[in-house]
């Protein structure tokens, strides 16, 4: 489960309230946990917040980068209306061969589509082909230091209105961290700077899990 900033027995009574969360999400969760990178996996409680602002918005296209094994991506899909669809982009064959096996199972396997390649030349790509303006909701949580270039171009992508959530942007505290330098942080807090004060969105850092930046494009 993703970190959170918040104490463990607070954090568990906020996750338990995440009655949306369905059981194939919560088998995905079980099976995730025993994986040696689990910490990458978001909680029910950021999950249910993924679903409520995909339907709050009534976004039918949607991008997710960074699907590790498929629980935000459910999240997304499961909001979105039956012609609606979802592109994951990722890299890791057997992370998200887990991803399927719980996609079908949700039923939402024909409702989403998975990029194996990086991510950014899959956006690159969709812009090259006019899509531009074309997609409602982006959810980005890949490699930190690629955030910046992911949110440009999801932000090109995106049509007016639409909206981009960008996880860990909290990054576990150390953001608020001066003695904190390494790369990770150091592109987060740049990039946290830069949203606050674009005039190309309206935007929020919400303390839900390790941090959500949420940026409405104008």
């Given at each position: 489960?993703?970190?959170?900033?918040?104490?463990?027995?607070?954090?568990?009574?906020?996750?338990?309230?995440?009655?949306?969360?369905?059981?194939?999400?919560?088998?995905?969760?079980?099976?995730?946990?025993?994986?040696?990178?689990?910490?990458?996996?978001?909680?029910?409680?950021?999950?249910?917040?993924?679903?409520?602002?995909?339907?709050?918005?009534?976004?039918?296209?949607?991008?997710?980068?960074?699907?590790?094994?498929?629980?935000?991506?459910?999240?997304?899909?499961?909001?979105?209306?039956?012609?609606?669809?979802?592109?994951?982009?990722?890299?890791?064959?057997?992370?998200?061969?887990?991803a399927r096996r719980y996609w079908k199972e949700a039923g939402l396997d024909k409702r989403i589509e998975l990029k194996l390649a990086p991510a950014l030349e899959t956006l690159e790509a969709l812009i090259g082909k006019?899509?531009?303006?074309?997609?409602?909701?982006?959810?980005?949580?890949?490699?930190?230091?690629?955030?910046?270039?992911?949110?440009?171009?999801?932000?090109?992508?995106?049509?007016?209105?639409?909206?981009?959530?960008?996880?860990?942007?909290?990054?576990?505290?150390?953001?608020?961290?001066?003695?904190?330098?390494?790369?990770?942080?150091?592109?987060?807090?740049?990039?946290?700077?830069?949203?606050?004060?674009?005039?190309?969105?309206?935007?929020?850092?919400?303390?839900?899990?390790?941090?959500?930046?949420?940026a409405r494009k104008k």
């Amino acid at each position: 489960m993703s970190r959170s900033l918040v104490p463990d027995a607070v954090a568990d009574y906020v996750s338990s309230l995440a009655a949306t969360e369905t059981d194939a999400q919560k088998r995905l969760r079980e099976e995730t946990a025993g994986l040696p990178q689990s910490m990458m996996q978001i909680g029910p409680d950021q999950g249910a917040f993924l679903t409520l602002l995909v339907g709050a918005i009534g976004a039918k296209q949607a991008i997710e980068i960074g699907t590790f094994t498929g629980y935000s991506a459910i999240a997304i899909a499961r909001a979105l209306p039956k012609n609606g669809q979802l592109l994951c982009c990722d890299v890791n064959e057997a992370w998200t061969s887990i991803a399927r096996r719980y996609w079908k199972e949700a039923g939402l396997d024909k409702r989403i589509e998975l990029k194996l390649a990086p991510a950014l030349e899959t956006l690159e790509a969709l812009i090259g082909k006019g899509k531009e303006g074309s997609f409602d909701f982006a959810f980005i949580d890949a490699d930190k230091t690629g955030y910046d270039a992911y949110y440009e171009a999801c932000l090109k992508l995106l049509r007016p209105g639409g909206l981009i959530a960008l996880d860990n942007m909290l990054w576990g505290g150390a953001v608020a961290d001066p003695k904190a330098k390494d790369k990770d942080t150091a592109a987060i807090r740049a990039l946290n700077e830069k949203i606050a004060n674009d005039p190309r969105v309206d935007a929020s850092l919400v303390t839900v899990g390790d941090g959500v930046m949420l940026a409405r494009k104008k």
